[in-house]
């Protein structure tokens, strides 16, 4: 009985993050969305640590998810430590325009993409 309940927590994990990675890979280039709209996107929105958690593991998923668009809600680069090295999530958003400074999204509002709005 135990090993159905952890196959069945596993699924359920597995599935979550799958949905998380879904609405990260559609954040456009040149913009942001934070853990908490990808959360409230998904219908759970009191789960935006689970979203963190799912990004962490972000980087194993195919096809490709674009984690360095995802920052916390104030705009700070808070998974910065999961790219290697750490100063990569920075450059891949500068790189699509983005501009950073002191590890925090600047214009964040202008650059913020709000699933629930725009898709």
């Known amino acids: 009985m135990k090993d159905q309940r952890s196959k069945s927590a596993k ?6 993050y799958e949905q998380v990675y879904e609405v990260a890979r559609l954040v456009p280039k040149g913009r942001v969305t934070s853990y908490g ?3 409230k996107a998904l219908g759970v929105a009191n789960s935006s640590r ?15 998810v674009p984690a360095h668009r995802i920052v916390n809600s104030s705009g700070l680069l808070t998974g910065r430590f999961h790219f290697s090295p750490p100063t990569l999530m920075q450059e891949l958003l500068e ?3 983005v501009t950073v400074v002191n590890d925090k999204v600047k214009n964040f509002k202008q650059v913020f993409w709000d699933p629930l709005q725009e898709l």
Not at 50 to 64: D, I, L, R, S
């Open 95 to 97: 790189k699509e325009g």
């Open 50 to 64: 689970m979203v963190g958690h799912a990004m962490a593991y972000a980087g194993q998923a195919y096809p490709k």
């Open 11 to 16: 699924a359920q994990t597995s599935t979550f």
């Open 37 to 39: 709209a990808i959360a």
